[in-house]
């Protein structure tokens, strides 16, 4: 589908009278991350997934990359598809464009559900991290990066017992153009903070993460919790930053639990 003069890919699952959620990947990701919970709620709602510009099989097109020209991404394939409302599920990335799009469109989006996220601005070392990420990418590829990566996205126990998502994620961050993974890496150490407006967000809010996420920790979920009223958070078990790969079963319970108390 052609939107904001770019060809983006995504799925539509689902009975299209079905109650609607958009799931937003991580970086540097695509929209296959989100297989296992597209086959497990389809008959329960209607599920759209998509690649982010750059990632996956949509287009980067010329822009400069941000948070803010990525939600309006998000905007424009809702309004292509007809979608007046929906529950929004983001994951890392998606977690800080789910926020920024609450913050801009709160009259479209009926809840929230926040995995593995936070709401803070990069810090000057995270910063730092990025900018050295970048120059490595450039000057080695993207073999050494993924595998760098890895070693930080899932649980300890994932690389013994979940080896198929491990080779599958390596496997979308290789093939991820160098030039869209430093665009994007640029635009997650440039973000804007969310945490002053959330206690601003009237609508229901899930909060999960993997009980070892060390990217975004669960210190970081039970900060945003504290400033959400009324907000849930669930603590995955045996899961690190990609928890909705790593206990798919516990996370679409919750996620399923949520989305119909919503509705």
Same mark, same amino acid.
């Given at each position: 589908m052609i939107i !904001? !003069? $770019?060809? #983006? /890919?995504?799925?539509?699952?689902? %009975?299209?009278? $079905? +109650?609607?959620? @958009?799931?937003?990947? %991580?970086? +540097?990701?695509n929209k296959s991350m989100w297989n296992l919970q597209v086959e497990s709620l389809k008959n329960d709602f209607r599920l759209i997934t998509y690649d982010i510009r750059g990632h996956g099989s949509s287009d980067a097109?010329?822009? #400069?990359? /941000? @948070?803010?020209?990525?939600?309006?991404?998000?905007? /424009?394939?809702?309004?292509?598809l007809k979608i007046k409302n929906a529950i929004l599920c983001g994951l890392s990335m998606g977690g800080y464009i789910a926020l920024n799009a609450i913050e801009k469109y709160k009259e479209r989006f009926d809840a929230?559900?926040? *995995?593995?996220?936070? *709401? @803070?601005?990069d810090t000057f070392e995270a910063k730092e991290k990025r900018a050295k990420a970048i120059e490595e990418i450039r000057k080695s590829g993207l073999e050494k990066y993924a595998d760098e990566s890895i070693k930080n996205l899932f649980a300890s126990e994932s690389f013994t017992t979940r080896l198929n998502e491990i080779a599958n994620v390596r496997e979308m961050i290789v093939n991820t153009s160098e030039q869209s993974i430093c665009s994007t890496l640029l635009a997650l150490s440039v973000?804007?903070?969310? *945490?002053?407006? $959330? /206690?601003? @967000?009237? #609508?229901? #809010? $899930?909060?999960?993460? %993997? !009980?070892?996420?060390?990217i975004t920790p669960p210190a970081a979920a039970r900060f945003m919790q504290e400033r959400l009223g009324g907000s849930v958070l669930k603590i995955t078990d045996h899961a690190g930053h990609l928890s909705n790969l790593e206990n798919p079963a516990e996370f679409n319970v919750q996620l399923k639990m949520f989305v119909k108390s919503v509705y």
């Open positions: !904001n !003069n $770019l060809s #983006v /890919s995504y799925t539509d699952a689902g %009975g299209k009278q $079905l +109650p609607v959620i @958009i799931f937003i990947h %991580g970086f +540097p990701f097109g010329n822009e #400069v990359c /941000s @948070i803010e020209l990525f939600v309006i991404d998000l905007i /424009s394939l809702m309004d292509a929230l559900i926040l *995995c593995d996220t936070q *709401c @803070i601005a973000r804007k903070e969310t *945490c002053h407006m $959330l /206690s601003e @967000i009237a #609508v229901p #809010v $899930l909060i999960m993460v %993997g !009980n070892e996420d060390k």
